[in-house]
């Protein structure tokens, strides 16, 4: 598709089929609800963004009114506007408010020209995306963006790309789309299905890359300028997604590196969910095997509604107060048994993650199947299973998108002749972690090549055994994904499994598991054992008799961030962060040059510099005065004169924010 711009074409309706105009209804009555923030004369706009290379990128614009200027929330996607599932419905909440939504398709999507680079050229079309967006005589010069899951990746790309943007939020995502698609140089199977709804195994076969971190296709595809960052974030995930630890790795660099004016302003909030928990978990008062108390269907203590409003009005708006306040730098559940009295099952605020009382301690795997603080003192201790790729461990909760997730009762899979398991002497009192869990061990194989797993369970005096964090890695992998280190079968040699982060209180009577295996299908891609190249589509798997030893010379253990849970609970908020930005930015609104969207012919507009960044709330003055009441055309085709009986619904439905993308994107 050509790069030169088309001129805008003006939409009555938001776009065609009875949600949408439902939809347009529910942006006007609101905006009837809220006369001093917005008028409901809300208008939308369809055209073209040129990029540096001559591709178009296809946008909708949608305005609070065609008068004035206003902030500008931004969502990149590679979703069909048409869907309803998709974010660009959820992003319309923030209109009535007075900001205004564009959503723009991704590189080789619907309308948008050239083909999908896989955020390739992410940075560089959001460097070519705000240049755009300052000649539009609705901008005001301040700028969000928005995204989760695969489109999040692209905001970790825009942070960096412009000094001048006012902040962003980033649900379930992680700045490196390898860490996305592997973990310990495993491919995540389920999650690569899920996100580009791969159907058979024509669709797998397309797909063809290195398992190698090093490989340049990553490294061009890795949001890795944390120095670069010079805007608020938040970021929000669950205990049980597959993104919360890219998540919480990403806060420390930008909490340390970012800007001056940034670097404490940053927020994450963790809670006890998964992926799709606005859908499938938490608010229906499940995730998992387990029934949560009912302040875990919030977000830090907020409902839904009240913590995106806000966010609304702190962050787009830049209003004092609400989120900006309320909120710590990390904010996070901490999960618990559920039984009456059991620690845990609450909300809890911290400074730095992982917080300043975590301390690792050891536990060692010893024989006869335990875990214990001492050092083993045997000369020779192992445990040998075979693993068959034809029959691997099967996936039972966990961190996974579409599968059952989180915390699911392992006591039948446990029994399997292909599992180990290493269990604690029950507990005399409350045992706290809040951190990284590990575990390193020696081992060896047959093989050329195979996996090894490992999980952390809470073992209930009733015998289950509930999931709470696992990892992988591939014996290739052990010093690291960006090079191949094959091992001579027979050999031992010592691995770490990141078993990634977590906040959980084992209450006294009950025990903690250790439950190694060398599969976790189809969370990930059996290895087949075999020492061949990756492939998504691997043939030709063979058996592997793969050995765990925990001798005195070679100690395998289980490392616990284990905390203090009193300290845990005591927050001090320190004041309000108000260091200013080293260089101020300012943003001339244009009245002339407009790209998308063309003002009222009768309307006369300043051209006062305005503040994009922190405190104030510049605006660009508007001579005429907007619409009388009263005369305010239908919106959307939605013609109505008393919407009251229907408002509750529908405002209610403006805040279901960040629900499943399911689209198939074209092959890598």
Known sequence: MSGKEQGPKRKDEYVSGEWKRVLCCLLFVVGALLPSVVSAHIVTYTCKIPMRDGVALDVLVILPSEYGSYPTLILRTPYAFGDTTNIENETAFAVPFGSAVVSIYERGHEQSGGKDEKHKLSQQDAEDIMKWLRKQYWAKGKVTWIGEGYQGVGVFFAAQADRCLTSHMIWNSVPNLYDMMFRGGVFQKEVVQEMLKIKDEAGWKKLSFSSNSSDTYWTERHANKPEAVSAPMILVSGWHSPFVDGMLTYYNQIATKSSDYAKKKHKIVIGPWGYDWTDDGVPKGTWGDLVYPSTAGSIAGMGLDIFIEDWILNYILDTPGGLKASLAPVSYYLMGAVQKDAPGGKWLKSKTWPPASSKERKWYLRKGATLKQEAPTETTSSLTYAYDPKDPFPTTGGRNIKLPAGPKDLATV????????????????????????????????????????????????????????????????????????????????????????????????????VVLSSSNAPRYQPNPNTGAAFSVTPENPIVANNTVIFEKDKPSFLVLPVADGKTLETYTAEPADTTKRATPCTHTTPTSGFTCGTPPPDETFTDAPVDAGEGGTPERRVEKDQPQEGKVPPVCGCETHDPTPLVATLFLMTFALVRKRKRNLSSF
């Open 414 to 513: 446990e029994q399997r002749k292909d599992v180990v398991l290493f269990t604690s002497d029950i507990l005399t009192e409350d045992l706290y972690i809040a951190g990284q869990v590990k575990v390193t061990l020696w081992v060896k194989t047959d093989a050329k090549d195979t996996d090894f797993t490992a999980m952390l369970t809470d073992v209930y005096p009733d015998g289950r055994s509930m999931l709470i964090s696992e990892g992988i890695v591939r014996l290739r992998y052990r010093n690291g994904t960006q090079k191949e280190e094959f091992v001579t079968p027979g050999t031992a040699v010592e691995v770490t499994i990141d078993l990634g982060h977590t906040a959980m209180a084992f209450p006294k009577g009950h025990a903690f598991r």
